[in-house]
């Protein structure tokens, strides 16, 4: 299949692979994914092998976000919780230490 293309053909095609291999690592970027290594197993396999393999598989999850403990009793609390179970502080107001 290549012997039969010109050099300019040939250029083109790279040009071409390597831009698909960069829009492959720039997905595996949005993803939480190295883009690097992306990008380099995008260029030695296939682009297409590259998309479909960042696009199928799941994105990498960050670790759980838990929210602070109470400022005033340090009880551990559940997101979405207004007041504190420990001491009944409303969480979403404005903490000030010198009220009881």
């Not at 179970?85 to 409303?90: F, T």
Request: charged share 15%; hydrophobic share 45%; glycine share 8%.
């Amino acid at each position: 299949m290549l012997e039969g293309m010109t050099s300019d053909e040939l250029w083109t095609l790279s040009a071409f692979w390597a831009l698909f291999a960069g829009f492959v690592a720039m997905i595996a970027r949005s993803q939480g994914r190295s883009p690097v290594t992306w990008f380099m197993l995008s260029l030695v396999l296939s682009p297409l092998f590259g998309f479909l393999a960042v696009v199928l598989t799941a994105p990498r999850k960050g670790p759980a976000m838990t929210p602070p403990p109470c400022p005033r009793c340090g009880v551990e609390r559940v997101s979405g919780q207004r007041h504190c179970p420990g001491c009944g502080l409303d969480l979403w107001a404005d903490y000030d230490a010198r009220r009881p």
